[in-house]
């Protein structure tokens, strides 16, 4: 975003309102009509002082000119009421579209993206940054507009009623521009501190709101809340200074435009009593007047609306700006079926921690909480600045994740990952998904690349169950269809079924229409995993990730999780990340992960005559294991 000064950056904008132009031009063009009254009502006033009420012989009678009054007043309340209802139908359906639009490209964006941010801050480009944008045209934009067309209007009237009171009256403008231009720079930059404060609270309230039975359970609520005040009071404190600032500009405007009607009551008061202006025509001069500056003064307020959208603006192009890390190549191969071979050659992977430039400052700051109020860079401009947004991301820590990571896994092999945390074990699935690509080597499905696959096809024929699985608010039923929305119910019970879920479902009232909480709060974590599990089955995938499935669970929930498991890997290529050994000593092959490199390989048997990091691991396993855990290990044929 280099080049995005404000010209370029509301180029861009105006990009999204081409679908929107008639609408546009309708909304314009019903304004420069509503002209009619302010041009019509002036003139009949002039009129009416000047002919009608001193009864001079005149063309015009009383009833005519309240005739033509009522017509104008009735036109021009109909003309509203259309231009109202065309925008705010254009405005709607601009936030939909520009929404749509922001949510489609991050869903695009890799995993990186959103490791360095909170959820909160990306909800709140979302929500708020959309809305405000869109007050750029529907309170902005067309307003200016529709007011400069006024200004013209007003000002012909005024020249051509009288010039020399007319260029008098533009006095103002020189001081009112270098006014403007000083005081806009403050605004804009004090707009953009209140926006990134409330990304900076939005992540944080929303973090603490998913946490808060963590907040609770270590009696934090005192201290939360502080901090939550705290940032509550700077986005206040940002908030009336960026008002401050608007409200000063309005006033000054205002005042020019009071001392601007002075002056020219005064000088046509003047002309009036020398005979040189009748009455009616210095009414009707300062109604022009009044028409001419309000324009100016109402400047000062849509400029407020202005400077706060294209903060809102900047914060947008800011997330479109950021290019998808994984996405298809020009022809990428379609992928229907796969056998499910699995192939690592040489992959090398870096983590890239990043953040953008100007929040690494803030992180020197001794308050992580509040943001860094800015600050334009000069104290007096003669001409508008060019205000660049924040700066692109920088990258702040490289970290090496693998090293020279090579294995097969043909079609149906159980493979397990394990080792110490932080490993690399995550990183091998992670890589596998395609969430990340890899800095060397390359990861082969079938004997391709999987840079190679159409992206949708490839995740298409994978499936993954977490520790913590992440079930969405809506019923039983909609997060079990979520793997495959078109199969029919008696797939979806069937999956249930196999999961050894359907028996406490159907416990329940609503059974499958039972409404299951944000991220299945309102279940257990083995109900959570067994739902996770009949959703992965419904799928049918080729390839089938386990990431610490059963950890965390008593005795009983992972008796029916595993048993559920293991129907689910018959007959598929599965990788089982686990810490409990227990769950991993039939795996047809097991790799030993440390510090990024495969140290050991083989199954289980074989690992343990080796004496390394395997055997070393699993005999502190052993001391914490339940008996229940023990049944079939065969532990004293293999300690001995």
Avoid at 458 to 470: E, F, G, K, Y
Avoid at 580 to 598: E, H, K, P, S, Y
Wanted: aromatic share 10%; charged share 20%; proline share 3%.
């Amino acid at each position: 975003m280099q080049k995005d000064t404000k010209s370029h950056l509301i180029r861009r904008y105006f990009k999204f309102l081409k679908p929107y132009r008639y609408m546009i031009i309708t909304i314009v063009g019903l304004g420069i009509l509503q002209f009619v009254v302010p041009m019509t009502v002036p003139w009949m006033t002039k009129v009416l002082i000047d002919e009608v009420l001193p009864q001079k012989e005149s063309s015009w009678t009383l009833s005519k000119v309240i005739g033509v009054l009522g017509g104008v007043y009735v036109f021009g309340t109909a003309v509203n009421y259309v231009r109202q209802w065309v925008m705010a139908k254009m405005g709607n359906s601009m936030v939909i579209d520009i929404r749509f639009q922001l949510y489609e490209h991050m869903q695009k964006l890799s995993q990186r993206f959103y490791d360095s941010r909170q959820v909160g801050s990306i909800v709140s480009r979302i929500l708020n940054d959309v809305n405000g944008a869109q007050n750029l045209v529907g309170a902005g934009v067309i307003n200016l507009a529709i007011d400069f067309f006024l200004v013209l209007f007003a000002g012909f009237m005024l020249f051509h009623m009288d010039w020399k009171l007319a260029l008098l009256s533009l006095w103002m403008l020189p001081v009112y521009y270098l006014t403007f231009t000083n005081i806009n720079v403050h605004i804009r930059f004090a707009w953009r501190s209140v926006h990134r404060q409330m990304e900076r609270m939005s992540g944080v309230l929303v973090e603490r709101i998913a946490g808060m039975k963590v907040v609770q359970a270590f009696s934090r609520e005192r201290m939360e809340l502080n901090r939550f005040k705290k940032q509550a009071s700077a986005h206040f404190g940002y908030a009336m200074t960026a008002q401050f600032l608007s409200n000063t500009l309005g006033r000054i405007s205002q005042t020019f435009q009071d001392f601007g009607g002075l002056i020219i009551w005064f000088v046509g008061g003047t002309m009036v009593i020398q005979g040189k202006m009748s009455v009616g025509e210095l009414i009707a001069f300062q109604a022009y007047l009044s028409q001419m500056y309000g324009p100016i003064q109402r400047f000062s307020d849509v400029n407020v609306t202005i400077q706060n959208s294209l903060a809102n603006v900047e914060r947008i192009f800011e997330v479109f700006d950021i290019e998808p890390e994984i996405q298809n190549n020009d022809n990428p191969i379609p992928l229907k079926t796969c056998k499910g071979d699995i192939q690592f050659d040489q992959v090398g992977f870096d983590y890239v921690i990043e953040r953008p430039e100007k929040q690494q400052a803030e992180v020197d700051q001794k308050d992580k909480d509040l943001v860094e109020r800015q600050k334009p860079a000069k104290r007096f401009y003669w001409i508008p600045p060019k205000m660049r947004p924040d700066p692109p991301l920088m990258v702040l820590e490289t970290r090496a994740a693998l090293k020279g990571i090579s294995f097969k896994a043909a079609s149906g092999d159980v493979i397990a990952l394990v080792g110490p945390s932080g490993a690399g074990k995550s990183t091998i699935i992670n890589l596998l998904l395609r969430f990340y690509d890899p800095d060397e080597g390359s990861v082969l499905l079938d004997g391709v690349d999987l840079r190679n696959y159409d992206l949708h096809d490839l995740r298409s024929h994978m499936a993954l169950v977490l520790q913590d699985n992440i079930l969405f608010s809506g019923t039983v039923y909609e997060n079990i269809a979520y793997g495959n929305p078109k199969a029919p119910k008696e797939q979806i019970i069937a999956a249930a079924q196999a999961a050894n879920a359907h028996e406490f479902i159907e416990e329940w009232e609503l059974g499958y229409e039972t409404m299951i909480g944000e991220r299945g709060v309102r279940l257990s974590g083995g109900q959570k995993q067994r739902i996770a599990i009949a959703r992965a089955l419904l799928k049918s995938p080729r390839i089938l990730i386990l990431d610490e499935a059963t950890s965390a669970l008593d005795a009983e929930s992972e008796h029916l999780v595993t048993e559920a498991l293991e129907r689910l890997m018959q007959g598929r290529t599965t990788f089982v990340i686990a810490h409990r050994l227990a769950t991993v000593v039939r795996a047809d092959q097991i790799l030993v992960i440390d510090r990024g490199r495969i140290v050991e390989r083989g199954k289980h048997q074989v690992l343990l005559a080796q004496h390394g990091l395997y055997r070393e691991l699993y005999e502190k396993q052993l001391k914490a294991m339940r008996p229940e855990e023990l049944i079939g290990l065969d532990v004293l044929k293999h300690e001995a």
